[in-house]
C-alpha cells in the first residue's frame, strides 16, 4: 500500500513482498513466411500470410485432386507463388530505396 505524498518503491529495487519487478517482454519475432523470404520491404498481414501460404497449397491439392494439373503442383504452386512475392519485394527495394 502507498502512501499519500511518499513516492512508490524503485523499479530496480524488489516490492515490499520481495517479489522482483516483472522483467519487460522479449522483441517479438517476425512471422515464418517473411523470414524463410527474408523480406525487407513487403511486410504481408496475418491474412495476406494465410492466402500466399496455405492457400496456396490447398489450390494445389485441389487442382492436383481434380485431376486439372499433375501432382507436381502441389510442391511448384506454393514455391511459384513464394518466388512472385520475393519478386515484388526485390522490386519495391529497386523503386523506394528510401525505405
Known amino acids: 500500500m502507498r502512501l499519500p505524498g511518499r513516492p512508490g518503491p524503485p523499479h530496480d529495487l524488489p516490492d515490499a513482498d ?4 516483472p522483467a519487460p517482454p522479449p522483441p517479438a519475432k517476425k512471422p515464418l513466411y ?18 500466399l501460404g496455405e492457400g496456396a497449397l490447398g489450390a494445389g491439392v485441389l487442382l492436383a485432386m481434380a485431376d486439372l494439373a499433375s501432382a507436381w503442383t502441389i510442391a ?4 511459384a507463388v513464394a518466388a512472385v512475392v520475393k519478386a515484388h519485394d526485390l522490386l519495391q527495394g529497386l523503386l523506394d530505396p528510401q525505405r
Do not use: E
Open 18 to 21: 520481495g517479489a522482483a519487478p
Open 76 to 79: 511448384v504452386l506454393p514455391l
Open 34 to 51: 517473411p523470414r524463410l523470404l527474408r523480406l525487407q520491404h513487403v511486410h504481408p498481414s496475418a491474412w495476406q500470410r494465410a492466402v
